[in-house]
């Protein structure tokens, strides 16, 4: 994990990604705030043998990206030896290997 965050360093810091000192420090913010996110997401008390989906680690400091008023971010970690069945209807979509979910309206 050192390695591929000193690896993410060296990119924030490449002149065709950062034309500065504010935009590599925002690319620092950015990559700190993944890491909270998954340190957080880690911690918590689930089992990815039977997933609930609850709200997800974002909040006003930390999030995954751009804000996005139209997005309920909720998620449950799941093993991939592991078979599933979804049981309600939800309108998802993947963006960046996680799930946006909206329930759809009945």
């Known amino acids: 994990m ?3 965050l000193a690896r993410a360093g ?3 810091r490449a002149q065709e990604v950062a034309a500065g000192v ?3 420090a925002a690319g ?3 990559l700190l705030g993944l890491v909270a996110i998954g340190i957080d ?3 918590r008390r689930t ?3 039977e997933p609930v989906m609850t709200p997800g680690s974002t909040d006003w400091v930390l999030k995954w990206g751009m804000d996005c008023p139209d997005a309920l971010y909720v998620g449950s970690p799941i093993r991939g030896d592991a078979v599933y069945r979804q049981r309600e209807a939800v309108r998802l979509s ?3 290997g996680r799930w946006s979910a909206r329930e759809r309206q009945r």
Do not use: K
């Open 2 to 4: 050192l390695r591929a």
């Open 10 to 12: 060296v990119a924030i």
């Open 22 to 24: 504010a935009d590599q």
């Open 28 to 30: 620092f913010r950015h």
């Open 41 to 43: 997401e880690a911690l």
């Open 47 to 49: 089992d990815p043998y």
């Open 94 to 96: 993947e963006i960046g």
